[in-house]
């Protein structure tokens, strides 16, 4: 398991954790800082009930894009502490594709290929419509 105290984020098994959940790619972390908008309200009015959360690959993703010094980057990273982050394996949008297909919870993604690809396999996509409103893809 990754060590996560010097990041500051909690790392949890999927096992642990139960309800509706959203997950969390890079994008989703990152965009409120272009777009301008608060994620837990947006997510709130789009997806009631859906708890946010964070494949630890997307924090290695975050990490990666930090050396380009980008502030909007140091922000998502901030932003992903105050979710849970979850254990997975892999890199790129592997690891949140299949934790979406083994769980059935909703992704907020901007990726086509990833959201055509999760809603072949009937899984919700929450996505940015205009300057911050979010938007459920059914399958």
Do not use: C
């Not at 999927?14 to 972390?29: F, Q, S, T």
């Not at 924090?59 to 105050?82: F, H, N, P, Q, Y």
């Amino acid at each position: 398991m990754p060590n996560v105290s010097e990041q500051g984020g909690q790392l949890f098994r999927v096992e642990d954790l139960k309800g509706n959940h959203l997950i969390l790619d890079a994008n989703a972390l990152i965009s409120p800082f272009i777009l301008g908008f608060n994620l837990d309200i947006e997510v709130q009015n789009a997806a009631p009930g859906f708890e946010p959360l964070v494949p630890y690959s997307v924090i290695r993703e975050l990490e990666t894009l930090m050396r380009k010094g980008d502030w909007r980057v140091k922000a998502a990273m901030d932003l992903s502490r105050k979710y849970p982050w979850v254990d997975v394996k892999g890199k790129g949008d592997a690891p949140i594709f299949n934790l979406a297909v083994r769980t059935g919870w909703m992704v907020m993604t901007q990726d086509r290929r990833l959201r055509a690809s999760l809603r072949k396999k009937g899984i919700q996509v929450l996505l940015v419509r205009g300057k911050g409103h979010l938007q459920v893809m059914e399958p």
